[in-house]
């Protein structure tokens, strides 16, 4: 595991429970919107493991979860071991993927390893290459999909939501690919910190249109929210 940033404490990303978030260097996605582009390029300072474990220790009965997000965790073969010993402390584990190595999420949720994920769901199939600036076996991402839907751990869906990238016509195909899922999130992108800079000038969505979208998006899914 390579790991380029701690966040101690969070309330909001592991719905219910106080978290730390522990963030893996390395994608195998090049999405210009990312606002992580130090964990993608690699150039994130790195911070040890057992740095990380001592935190972990002395944070027992403050904290309730680990949230792993990245980059990319699942491209780290030994993530699994490294969940491993979070869990051996005692702290729920979230995990955030791209959906992409649905083998790892099997094997992670038959151990019972994960206690939540949440998946990124990119674009529609069709437009995975393009969205992420990098060639993808969407039958994976398809396969994780049907995965989590399968309910044996609790999870959610979630789009950043680009304009420039993602028309209105997209979100029906996208409901489409997750249909029937329990929750679904569309999360406003922030013109801020990206891999690609010039990202900054593209357009939002209005206040208006994400309730446009969110209405469209519930004809799939059980609930739907904006972030």
Same mark, same amino acid.
């Given at each position: 595991?390579?790991?380029?940033?701690?966040?101690?404490?969070?309330?909001?990303?592991?719905?219910?429970?106080?978290?730390?978030?522990?963030?893996?260097?390395?994608?195998?996605?090049?999405?210009?919107?990312?606002?992580?582009?130090?964990?993608?390029? $690699?150039?994130?300072?790195?911070?040890?493991?057992?740095?990380?474990?001592?935190?972990?220790?002395?944070?027992?009965?403050?904290?309730?979860?680990?949230?792993?997000?990245?980059? $990319?965790?699942?491209?780290?073969?030994?993530?699994?071991?490294?969940?491993?010993?979070?869990?051996?402390?005692?702290?729920?584990?979230?995990?955030?993927?791209?959906?992409?190595?649905?083998?790892?999420?099997?094997?992670?949720?038959?151990?019972?390893?994960?206690?939540?994920?949440?998946?990124?769901?990119?674009?529609?199939?069709?437009?995975?290459?393009?969205?992420?600036?990098?060639?993808?076996?969407?039958?994976?991402?398809?396969?994780?999909?049907?995965?989590?839907?399968?309910?044996?751990?609790?999870?959610?869906?979630?789009?950043?939501?680009?304009?420039?990238?993602?028309?209105?016509?997209?979100?029906?195909?996208?409901?489409?690919?997750?249909?029937?899922?329990?929750?679904?999130?569309?999360?406003?992108?922030?013109?801020?910190?990206?891999?690609?800079?010039?990202?900054?000038?593209?357009?939002?969505?209005?206040? $208006?249109?994400?309730?446009?979208?969110?209405?469209?998006?519930?004809?799939?899914?059980?609930?739907?929210?904006?972030?």
């Amino acid at each position: 595991m390579r790991l380029g940033g701690l966040q101690k404490t969070s309330l909001i990303d592991y719905p219910g429970s106080v978290s730390a978030i522990v963030f893996t260097i390395g994608c195998n996605f090049h999405c210009p919107y990312c606002h992580n582009p130090e964990l993608v390029d $690699e150039t994130a300072a790195e911070i040890s493991q057992e740095a990380f474990f001592t935190f972990l220790e002395g944070r027992i009965g403050l904290l309730d979860a680990v949230t792993i997000t990245g980059g $990319e965790p699942t491209v780290h073969d030994d993530l699994p071991q490294f969940i491993a010993r979070i869990k051996q402390l005692g702290f729920l584990v979230k995990l955030d993927s791209n959906g992409t190595n649905p083998t790892m999420l099997q094997e992670l949720i038959n151990a019972k390893q994960v206690d939540y994920i949440a998946m990124d769901i990119k674009s529609p199939l069709q437009k995975y290459d393009s969205t992420v600036a990098r060639p993808v076996d969407t039958a994976k991402i398809q396969e994780s999909v049907t995965l989590l839907l399968e309910g044996n751990v609790p999870y959610e869906f979630r789009t950043t939501v680009v304009k420039a990238l993602l028309p209105l016509e997209d979100f029906q195909e996208i409901g489409t690919l997750i249909a029937g899922a329990h929750k679904y999130y569309l999360q406003k992108f922030i013109p801020t910190k990206l891999l690609n800079p010039a990202f900054r000038k593209k357009t939002v969505y209005t206040d $208006e249109e994400f309730e446009a979208l969110r209405k469209t998006m519930e004809q799939y899914v059980k609930i739907c929210l904006v972030r």
